[in-house]
């Protein structure tokens, strides 16, 4: 029986082979092309609104396509979420080659909503099927540069090109409105002079022609010199804010300001430039914080070549009594340079209520001895440095450092913000271990948003203590380190590692070229075209 069962299996399997042999005449042949009667749609089309009312397109090639067209429809609402195409056309291109991609479209409305579709079209086979997408273009700019001489203490001066239509200027400050009429004589001008502002303040300005926008613009107005103290070159100073009362602001004039000395500060001041396109210039000035005192310092130049002992920017001097912390110190508009050993100290068990950094420059601070922003027994509880370029800089030192500070770090948490910045030429030492981030409080939350890092040896930080929380679009060009420490494990779906195209870095034009940067807003938005 088993003899008769082996047999069986033994011609099954011939027979089985004989039926695969004579079936494999029949396969047909390896598959290498499809034909198909017309083209495939484009794929992977995406919209980018370049200068505010331009569209630029881009997609995937289609095999077989000579040239693709285009159609935008205007939509009337801006709440649709699918694209819609109904009526005519408000554009139609035809005849565009893959070549000529990305594609920009000028001429569309601000804030608008389009539905634009693509598709392919190639000789003697049926055009492609229609991809879609909806996109809406930016508010409209016509409005002129500013100008120096427009921005007064109370008043502002808006310019268009002559002849363009609107019917009023609508200007917020954070709390009121304040609504402008635009009538034809200065529609004929292109011009509107706004009176009634309140000094040293900023503004949004929107030109509006019936609902629409038509521009905008940011500005701050210029300190009011009849509620300040005028300062001119020439006068000393050292001895004036030495002199000072608790509120005094300084208006300082445009010129040379020779100090080459410490400046003790213990009361809450303010030092302001008075034409911000004319920064004064205060040569060796070491600002010595004690009391308690917060400060300001505006759109001024500080070089620090000649400041006694090569020492930092800002010393906080003097440790208070429990539960006494200083006020805010705020730095904005400036450029500060040539200081040996860093710009702002904190070796004291002093609280500060806050830090802000803005909108400033920095450039050959060596840090010699000591961190460019050194926090070694005192903290602040908010630091913010947001759109500061630092370049040529920080040697072989950290950029931000806050130490462990026990007597304070316990009862508060330090919230750190470094966002749109540049750095380049930061942490340059061949082998060097120092870090962008060098922070051990026992409480802090750290977050790191759309910054450009060029030519950096050194980590984001080598110490576990070190709290992360968000890293957001941060770019990374020749700085191994960054893109490689464990610590941008946060930022491994989003960072970047592009040339950002810099106009003269060597001569400190940090203007990027490179189209997604540009896109994305990364960076110190001075030098976003």
Same mark, same amino acid.
């Given at each position: &029986? ?100 990305? !594609?920009?479209?000028?001429?569309? $409305? ?17 055009? =492609? ?36 239509? $609107? ?48 521009? @905008? ?104 009594? $429990? ?15 040539? !200081? ?38 005192? &903290? ?32 508060? @948490? ?17 082998? =060097?271990?120092?870090?962008? +981030? ?8 750290? !977050? ?22 968000? &890293? ?9 380190? +960054? ?33 997604? +940067? ?12």
């Amino acid at each position: &029986m088993k003899r008769l069962v082996k047999l069986s299996a033994y011609f099954l399997g011939l027979i089985a082979m004989a039926s695969f042999g004579s079936c494999s005449d029949d396969i047909d042949p390896e598959i290498t092309e499809i034909n198909v009667s017309r083209l495939f749609s484009p794929v992977d089309l995406e919209v980018r609104i370049i200068n505010q009312t331009s569209a630029r397109l881009s997609w995937k090639a289609v095999n077989k396509a000579s040239s693709y067209t285009v159609e935008f429809f205007q939509n009337e609402s801006s709440d649709i979420e699918e694209p819609v195409f109904s009526g005519s056309p408000t554009k139609i291109i035809e005849g565009i080659t893959y070549s000529q991609l990305p !594609y920009t479209v000028p001429g569309f $409305a601000g804030e608008t909503t389009y539905s634009v579709r693509v598709k392919a079209v190639g000789e003697s086979i049926l055009e =492609s099927k229609w991809i879609e997408a909806l996109f809406t273009t930016g508010t409209e700019q016509i409005l002129s540069a500013i100008e120096p001489d427009d921005i007064g203490a109370t008043t502002f001066i808006l310019r268009w090109p002559a002849g363009e239509v $609107a019917t009023s200027v609508v200007l917020f400050d954070g709390t009121t409105e304040l609504v402008f009429e635009v009538t034809q004589e200065h529609i004929e001008a292109g011009e509107i002079t706004l009176t009634g502002l309140n000094s040293e303040t900023g503004y949004f300005l929107r030109l509006v022609n019936n609902g629409s926008t038509r521009g @905008t613009h940011n500005f701050t107005t210029l300190i009011d010199i009849g509620d300040a103290i005028l300062v001119e070159p020439g006068d000393n100073l050292k001895e004036i804010i030495e002199a000072a009362e608790d509120g005094d602001v300084f208006a300082v004039m445009p010129g040379e300001y020779e100090v080459a000395a410490n400046i003790h500060i213990s009361k809450t001041i303010g030092i302001i430039a008075v034409r911000p396109f004319e920064k004064p210039v205060i040569n060796g000035a070491v600002f010595r914080i004690s009391g308690g005192a917060g400060f300001r310092l505006k759109d001024l130049i500080l070089d620090g070549e000649t400041a006694p002992d090569g020492n930092q920017t800002i010393i906080y001097d003097e440790v208070l009594g $429990a539960g006494e912390t200083y006020g805010n110190a705020i730095i904005e508009g400036c450029e500060i340079k040539n !200081y040996v050993k860093g710009v702002f100290y904190a070796s004291n068990a002093v609280l500060i209520e806050s830090v802000s950094i803005t909108g400033t420059i920095y450039s050959d601070i060596v840090t010699e001895g000591g961190d460019f922003i050194d926090f070694r027994n005192g &903290m602040t509880k908010v630091f913010n440095f947001k759109n500061n370029t630092v370049y040529n800089s920080v040697v072989n030192r950290d950029v931000i450092r806050m130490d462990n500070a026990a007597a304070f770090s316990g009862d508060n @948490t330090a919230i750190i913000t470094l966002e749109n910045n540049t750095f380049y030429n930061v942490i340059t030492q061949e082998g =060097s271990t120092r870090r962008i +981030l060098y922070v051990r409080l026992a409480n802090h939350e750290i !977050y790191v948003r759309k910054n450009i890092f060029v030519n950096i040896v050194g980590n984001y930080s080598n110490q576990s203590a070190t709290t992360v929380v968000e &890293m957001d679009r941060n770019n990374y060009f020749n700085a191994p380190n +960054l893109t490689n420490d464990e610590i941008t494990v946060h930022d491994r779906w989003n960072y970047t590692e592009l040339n950002p195209g810099f106009a003269d870095p060597e001569n400190g034009n940090f203007t990027i070229s490179n189209e997604d +940067l540009i896109f994305y807003r990364i960076g110190d938005s001075r030098w976003i075209p």
